[in-house]
């Protein structure tokens, strides 16, 4: 066998055909589709702000800092397989760290203040860490959704974030002499983010540091037998996790110019989460894909009612359990495997209810 | 944070590279282990005999770091390991495969032992570089190469195979090649002939002779049920019974001693050897 062949691999999630395959490839970086990634996202943008009218280019914006959210609770969800009920306090973190600083002249806001929101944001994951680095299934989402719902109970408390009634007229800083603030320029602006940080997560992904985050999930006490600091891996990448969840947060919050304590309450990040599971959370396309289906059918759909987003998440679930263990991006895969006649190929229960209620340990 | 081969991949053969002191650990009213102490000796291959229950694992888990002891402590090239997690005691020497194989499941074959490469070189945080292109040569560099641990230990053809997907057999001889890889000073391997073929496990102690002959200061731990196993390669054999060392000798005295058989066999057994060895 030629060395070449052998340092070939396979994703996660095997198959190489359709939507999983193009992903699988994507995430091995072998058809230099990155390129193909942002190229989707671009024309997508360019024909949304061209062609279709102002109620679809808002539905838009919301999908790319969910995206976006997903992709970076992914890591937590995905790549170090631990649910986490907590991700809200991180979104909503960075959505409130961007409206106290969106009167303040901070030099190349628009970038800077996104970035500051993702640090603060990871700072906020420490505390969650050293809680919870330790534990597992139901016992970690448990303490990540008490921790978040803390949190939420003192921003709705606290007059200097706006209380209750959260804050408004959050507009995205200039970008140099550009402003960002029509929906045309802030679905450029938005778009970028995304690319930026799909990319810079299918690097990650496939790095050592990505790869060690995947063995602890598969096995941490095998991972910390071959080595692997677990626990200083974990808070890493939770607060990775964290920092480009702070970014979305930043940029749903320009998108909607206006934050609210209801950021913070847990069924956000219940719907983070399902939006992982949704698309299929063993790869770094699966969680946006989610996000923006997910988005998509909330709001075409359902018109953003309350009770709606309720069904959508139980529909969900019962999708992915019954017909979809891998997400929508295993479909190709599981269409293939019912025209071949094997109907039950992947129908497994899904792998995250069995990690649910797993050890509580490593 | 090079790792290397630790703290006992600088000794000579025959240099005490791991001692175990007096330890004690109880589960409940159950003393697993009753103060067991040994010395490891780089080059040694010391083999742990004893029925289900006597301590064995238990005794392993310690070791390696997995258990807390209640009492005593380890030892590792003279220093004192015994609070030390087990990712640091394999950066002091330490290697360990469990007697049902851990592997990562969903990554492939060379991706397992791509994590095991990255830790042993100090890679595990680079968010950088590419695990599929930068970390073989990187690895290869350092003299740690995941594809010659794969030729060796007769996984090659599987490297790109998903690691659930293979057989019980194939899934040891991953965590084998991964602890390999690491070129551990010290490796601890409990039952690693268990729940494999006979054929399968022929090979398994050939491969750990060939590695044996290749790096003969490498000490071994290892537990088995398989006599033929401890003498094709241990140099000393110690029987454990109820949490202690009841015995300790070269593998042909433990193995015809009264104690030996009579824990395995039964008394009524000793009757049926030839009339020199009852």
């Not at chain 1, 702000?49 to 997903?70: D, E, K, N, R």
């Not at chain 2, 073989?136 to 641990?149: H, N």
């Amino acid at each position: 066998m030629r060395p070449s062949s052998l340092l070939r691999r396979q994703p996660d999630a095997p198959g190489d055909g359709g939507l999983a395959g193009l992903a699988g490839r994507w995430a091995r970086g072998q058809t230099g589709a990155d390129v193909i990634v942002a190229a989707v996202l671009v024309i997508a943008n360019l024909v949304i702000v061209t062609w279709f009218g102002t109620g679809f280019i808002f539905v838009w914006l919301l999908i790319m800092p969910y995206i976006i959210a997903a992709s970076g609770t992914n890591i937590t969800v995905g790549w170090t397989g631990r649910l986490s009920f907590g991700h809200a306090l991180f979104f909503a973190g960075g959505a409130y760290v961007a409206a106290k600083l969106a009167t303040t002249n901070v030099p190349a806001g628009a970038v800077v203040v996104p970035l500051i929101c993702g640090i603060v944001a990871a700072a906020l994951s420490v505390p969650l860490s050293v809680v919870a680095h330790k534990r597992r299934g139901v016992y970690f989402s448990v303490l990540t959704l008490i921790v978040a719902q803390i949190v939420y109970s003192v921003v709705q408390n606290w007059s200097w974030v706006g209380g209750g009634s959260g804050l408004s007229n959050v507009y995205v800083q200039n970008l140099g002499p550009i402003s960002l603030v029509s929906s045309d320029a802030f679905a450029w602006y938005s778009v970028i983010w995304t690319i930026v940080i799909l990319i810079g997560l299918r690097a990650l992904y496939r790095s050592p540091f990505g790869l060690s985050c995947r063995a602890v999930r598969e096995d941490g006490l095998q991972a910390e037998t071959l080595g692997v600091p677990t626990s200083r891996l974990f808070t890493v990448s939770l607060a990775i996790s964290a920092f480009i969840t702070g970014i979305a947060g930043a940029i749903l919050a320009y998108s909607e110019t206006t934050v609210s304590p209801t950021q913070f309450y847990w069924s956000v990040s219940g719907t983070l989460v399902v939006m992982c599971l949704l698309g299929g959370r063993f790869s770094v396309l699966g969680p946006a894909i989610g996000a923006a289906v997910y988005i998509f059918i909330q709001d075409q759909l359902f018109q953003n009612s309350a009770s709606a987003a309720d069904a959508l998440t139980g529909g969900s679930f019962l999708l992915i359990v019954l017909v979809l263990p891998g997400g929508l991006i295993s479909i190709g895969e599981r269409i293939r495997a019912m025209r071949a006649g094997d109907s039950a190929a992947g129908l497994q229960p899904p792998d995250f209810l069995r990690e649910l209620f797993a050890d509580s340990k490593r | 944070m090079s790792g290397g081969t630790g703290s006992t991949g600088s000794a000579s053969i025959g240099e005490a590279v791991m001692e175990v002191r007096e330890v004690r650990k109880a589960f409940g009213s159950v003393q697993a282990v009753a103060g067991v102490s040994l010395t490891v000796a780089a080059g040694q291959v010391v083999g742990l005999l004893g029925p289900n229950g006597a301590g064995k694992s238990t005794l392993f888990g310690i070791m390696a770091g997995a258990v807390p002891p209640d009492g005593g402590s380890i030892l590792v090239g003279g220093h004192d390991v015994t609070s030390w997690d087990p990712w640091k005691r394999r950066r002091a020497g330490i290697g360990r495969t469990f007697q049902v194989p851990r592997t990562f499941e969903r990554l492939t074959v060379s991706d397992h032992i791509a994590v095991a490469v990255a830790a042993e070189i100090g890679s595990t945080f680079n968010g950088w570089r590419s695990a599929d292109r930068w970390l073989p040569r990187r690895a290869l560099a350092k003299d740690r190469g995941i594809m010659p641990v794969l030729e060796m230990t007769g996984l090659a053809h599987l490297s790109s195979r998903v690691v659930g997907s293979l057989s019980f057999g194939e899934r040891k001889r991953v965590e084998i090649a991964a602890v390999l890889s690491q070129r551990p000073g010290i490796l601890l391997m409990d039952e690693p002939t268990a729940g494999i073929s006979a054929a399968e496990a022929t090979d398994l102690v050939e491969l750990l002779e060939s590695i044996k002959a290749e790096r003969p200061e490498l000490a071994i731990v290892l537990t088995s049920h398989d006599m033929d196993v401890f003498f094709r390669l241990a140099d000393e054999v110690l029987l454990m019974l109820s949490g202690t060392i009841a015995l300790r000798g070269a593998p042909e005295y433990v193995r015809t001693h009264e104690a030996t058989i009579d824990s395995y066999l039964g008394s009524s057994a000793r009757n049926q050897l030839p009339e020199g060895q009852r």
